[in-house]
């Protein structure tokens, strides 16, 4: 099985408590992405780095990734909740809220 991200790609990681799995990109796109496994259905895009994503961490907690780019940048993701709460923040632009 495969699929065409559509850009360079950098870093993967999988989630502690989903089926899903994060990438970041490179050149074109500068992106981060959440796909659900074993389907490959891309469930979020992550954007804000202006170069390549180059680096990937997960928290120790499994909830929250931070990534490093060549824009000289940290950003930081809260991309997997043990419990997803309906009453959070579902922007994507507050780095500090839940992106789903």
């Known amino acids: 099985q495969s699929i065409d991200t559509?850009?360079?790609v950098c870093n993967l990681a999988w989630s502690k408590h989903a089926s899903e799995l994060?990438?970041?990109h490179g050149y074109s796109q500068n992106q981060i992405l959440?796909?659900?496994y074993p389907s490959l259905v891309q469930v979020a895009k992550l954007?804000?780095?202006s170069y390549?994503?180059?680096y990937l961490a997960m928290s120790p907690d499994g909830e929250s990734i931070v990534t490093g780019a060549g824009d000289e940048t940290l950003r930081?993701?809260?991309v997997f909740s043990?419990?997803?709460s309906q009453k959070e923040s579902k922007s994507?632009?507050?780095l500090f809220t839940s992106i789903r």
């Open 76 to 78: 930081f993701w809260n």
């Open 52 to 54: 390549r994503v180059l």
């Open 47 to 49: 954007t804000g780095h």
């Open 22 to 24: 994060v990438s970041t």
């Open 92 to 94: 994507a632009l507050n």
């Open 82 to 84: 043990k419990a997803r």
């Open 6 to 8: 559509g850009s360079q």
């Open 34 to 36: 959440v796909w659900k």
